[in-house]
């Protein structure tokens, strides 16, 4: 079992940026891969990129890849997601999620590990 909590949301301007963290803790072996999710409500939760933090491989949704970088500080249990340029549209609960052989990534239910959310709200 994975602990993981979220922090560093919050609400920001339209253009500005953001840097989320997810701290994790518990069992970490395993060809562990963590990712962020994203859900607003009414709609589905989808992934928005993943990382492994044994050699730092990194994935992404494709139309975000532009503005978020998804990096990890192994030394602290730590996996960020830098969030520029941000649009109302990018507005939503931000979860940090684990799993472990997670294919296809971008599968809410491949993970088996789930933070309680950070709120992320951009205003125009």
Known sequence: Q????ESGGGSVQ???SLRLSCLYSG?????LRIAWFRQAPGKDREGVAAIDPADGFTIYDYAKKARFSITRDNSKNTVF????DLKPEDSAMYYCAA???VTPWDRAGNY???GQGTQV???S
């Not at 069992?27 to 060809?31: E, L, S």
């Open 121 to 123: 709200t951009v205003s």
């Open 112 to 114: 088996e590990s789930w």
């Open 99 to 101: 799993g472990r052989g």
């Open 27 to 31: 069992q970490t072996f395993g060809n």
């Open 2 to 5: 994975v602990q993981l909590v």
């Open 81 to 84: 997601l830098q969030m520029n």
């Open 14 to 16: 339209s253009g500005g």
